[in-house]
């Protein structure tokens, strides 16, 4: 039983680089998060998905973009890195929403900018 | 909007020792709040939620929390600490039907002394 599934684990990219991080759930949840982890700061919203083929912006979506691909898949795209987006990336799952739901997250991927 | 207040960074106790993990939350009606453990290297695995009725709520690993609406507050405790329960908890808050709507916790990391 996979869970939520990312990749990848790690990567290292040069400042200008784009890269996608792909999430993946195999528990049939309506809606999936991206959110970003920084020393100090817990974990802030980029971008969500309350249902397959709806995204909307959380707290943090500036320098990404998202994508809904299917129910079960939510990719994170950085379109030009900056070392300011070096962090640890998780991608979360609910049944429905947010508020009254609990989340089931990956592992993280831990993303590093040059 | 809501917000969460986690006041101890870093907190070290003895294996075998009480624990409270402190959460101060800001919200007009009544929360959705949650517990939330992060073991080194890997995602966030819920402990317990409230969303209503008993205001001492069990969850798994043997963590209990308590919701005191008078004080604003939803602190986690453990009776007996276990060298395994060294992690960072956070503590979230859930507002409204809109799927964004969780916010969490800056974190407490636990450390065990032996």
């Known amino acids: 039983n996979a869970g939520v599934t990312q990749t990848p684990k790690f990567q290292v990219l040069k400042t200008g680089q784009s890269m996608t991080l792909q999430c993946a759930q195999d528990?049939?949840?309506?809606?999936m998060y991206w959110y970003r982890q920084d020393p100090g700061m817990g974990l802030r919203l980029i971008y969500y998905?309350?249902?397959?083929?709806?995204?909307d912006k959380g707290e943090v979506p500036n320098g990404y973009n998202v994508s809904r691909l299917n129910k079960r898949e939510f990719s994170l795209r950085l379109e030009s890195a900056a070392p300011s987006q070096t962090s640890v990336y998780f991608c979360?799952?609910?049944?429905?929403?947010?508020?009254?739901?609990?989340?089931?997250f990956g592992d993280g991927t831990r993303l590093s900018i040059l | 909007a809501q917000s969460v207040t986690q006041p101890d960074i870093h907190i070290t106790v003895s294996e075998g020792a009480s624990l409270e993990l402190r959460c101060n939350y800001s919200?007009?009606?009544?929360?959705?709040l949650f517990w939330y453990v992060q073991s080194p290297g890997q995602g966030l695995q819920l402990l317990l939620k409230?969303?209503?009725?008993?205001?001492l709520v069990q969850g798994i690993k043997g963590f209990e929390a308590e919701f005191k609406r008078s004080q604003s507050s939803f602190n986690l405790r453990k009776p007996s600490v276990h060298w395994s329960d060294a992690a960072e908890y956070f503590c979230?808050?859930?507002?409204?039907?809109?799927?964004?709507?969780?916010?969490f916790g800056s974190g407490t990391r636990l450390s065990i002394r032996p």
């Open positions: 979360a799952s609910s049944r429905q929403g947010a508020s009254n739901q609990p989340q089931h």
């Open positions: 528990m049939n949840h309506n809606s």
């Open positions: 998905s309350a249902s397959e083929g709806t995204t």
């Open positions: 919200y007009g009606a009544t929360p959705y």
């Open positions: 409230y969303f209503s009725g008993d205001t």
């Open positions: 979230a808050v859930g507002a409204g039907s809109s799927a964004s709507k969780i916010i």
